[in-house]
């Protein structure tokens, strides 16, 4: 039997696939773990060789300047509390890397996403800065505060275990891009440009100003989310009962990190609303359903009435597991 190819189950309508064959739990689990490191590498490859930009090196910030007395007050705070999000990188990263420490290839892909994720608080710092929507001051003082909580994952429903933190991490990840990619269309209004790139804008390969910056972070926030998101369909291919289970707490309270304790979170929270980036029917529209039909559910309906162990496949396993010693796949 093929490590690749594995026989599906024909079909709950609209359901993911989910392999049949009688392997063993460590067989699955195997089979899993080369997977995810399929994933890492291919995702490794994209990061260096297409995706690598510095903050202080690539983005426009003369443009910045020129052009930052055009962003609302409400485009300013979004990105300050963006900025705040992000300046937790050291906890989301320190406790991964504990979660991760006796498997190689999550460890190593968790070191090239907290480095991902550390420009981009330093991306948005720079906005603001340049933009001269804030002083160093006043980012100095706000960076002081965000160091004064610590975000735990015990602070969201269902991230206790290796698989937890990636079925979390697939939906911040595509939530956070949505919200990128609103600021973005707002910066470009703001500064009276169409929402696609301008002709000069995709000759020089690059967009204006603060535009640029969102550009560059939503496109590593797609990224992020399409890994996890490919983790997650290969966790629910090979251990179909224990991720649907995973995916079932963590979607029941999902919750973006560090929004109760960012320095400005009440006036976030007021921008959010009054420009109305976020809500409830938001998430779901723009991020929950979608996130499904990747998935492989044609809705919510479907996801609640999918039967993962339908066809007795015992798998509560674990993705942290140690590499289990080879051996024969075939039944
Ligand atoms: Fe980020
Ligand atoms: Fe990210």
Redo the contacts with the bound molecule.
Sequence with gaps: MSLTAPSSTPSLASSPVIITDPWTPEARQHALNQAVQDHCVAYFGRSLKQRNWSPWHDLPLEEMRERGHQLSEDTRTLIEGFMGVEEYVGDYVQDGLEMFRENRSRRNMHLQ?GA??AK?GVAWELVLQHSQARTEAQIETYLDKVRASRWRPAQHHGINSPLGTTVYAMAQ?RT?FFHYQEVRARVRHEYGLPLAPTPEERQRGYEIGASEACRVVSR??LA?HSLFLQIVRSALHYLPSLTYETLTQVFSRFEMPAMRFIPNGRAYLRAVRRTNLYSADIHKEKVHDPLLKSLGWDSQEAFEQFVPNAHGLSDHLDLNATQPPLEPLAP
């Design positions: 996403w991902e994720e981009h990840e956070t590593d926030e992020h």
